[in-house]
């Protein structure tokens, strides 16, 4: 199952679009802010909206409202501004709830970047919760696209997104790092947090096989 969800940061319309042309999901989940994205790329159909509502236009929010009391209609998911958890926090445990039990499933998350970077940063860690259940979910928008990694993985270079290839740590320490097939090689190393010795790499080869023994990396390809 592929799920999508749009949060309340920052997405680029063009690249949206674009974005929801080479992708089908069997869920959209559109989270409080991101409704208005949603409306304006016509992600339909949405199947469930999240959020205590404090950044929406009311005019669109009523109009899913009314959407939602018809057959097929999303699923309306509302909270109080006072609650424990980010909107996009509930909205992913909603999507790690359709994926369990389906099979290979992955979800992409758009509008999860932007200027307030405590919501970033709470974003990218957030993806440990699919990644502790073996679902893949991954932040995209124009410039990043951003995964977690611990094991191997193989990035074959015309599907490698953007030109640069970066590992930073998310545990104390990721050992075992090796790389192959890119500018700068490692083999059997030890990244601990706070160095930025996998930043900024580059796919040399056909593909770039990347390992990581022990640790869990945040996996960044980026572009300008």
């Not at 909206?49 to 109009?63: R, Y």
């Not at 951003?146 to 074959?156: E, N, Q, W």
């Not at 015309?158 to 590992?167: A, M, R, T």
């Amino acid at each position: 199952m592929d799920v999508l969800l749009i949060s309340g940061g920052h997405v680029d319309l063009e690249f949206a679009r674009n974005f929801l042309k080479d992708h089908a999901f069997e869920k959209v989940i559109a989270v409080d802010g991101g409704l208005e994205a949603a409306y304006q790329l016509n992600a339909a159909p949405l199947t469930d909206i999240v959020g205590d509502f404090d950044t929406v236009s009311p005019k669109i929010l009523e109009k899913y409202k009314r959407a939602a009391e018809k057959e097929n209609g999303p699923v309306i998911h509302e909270y109080i501004p006072e609650k424990d958890y980010t909107d996009t926090d509930i909205a992913l445990k909603l999507a790690i709830q359709y994926c369990e039990g389906n099979g290979e499933s992955r979800i992409w998350i758009l509008g999860a970047t932007g200027t307030r970077l405590d919501h970033v940063l709470a974003n990218i860690t957030m993806l440990l919760l699919p990644f502790r259940k073996g679902i893949c979910a991954v932040i995209q928008d124009e410039h990043n696209r951003i995964s977690l990694l611990s094991g191997h993985r193989t990035i074959k270079k015309n599907e490698h997104f953007g030109k640069y290839l970066s590992l930073i740590p998310l545990t104390a320490k990721i050992s075992g790092v090796t790389l192959e097939g890119v500018k700068y090689p490692l083999h059997d190393h030890t990244v601990s947090l706070g160095e930025s010795l996998c930043v900024s790499n580059e796919i040399t080869g056909d593909q770039a096989a990347l390992w990581v023994k022990e640790g869990i990396a945040v996996l960044l390809e980026t572009r300008d």
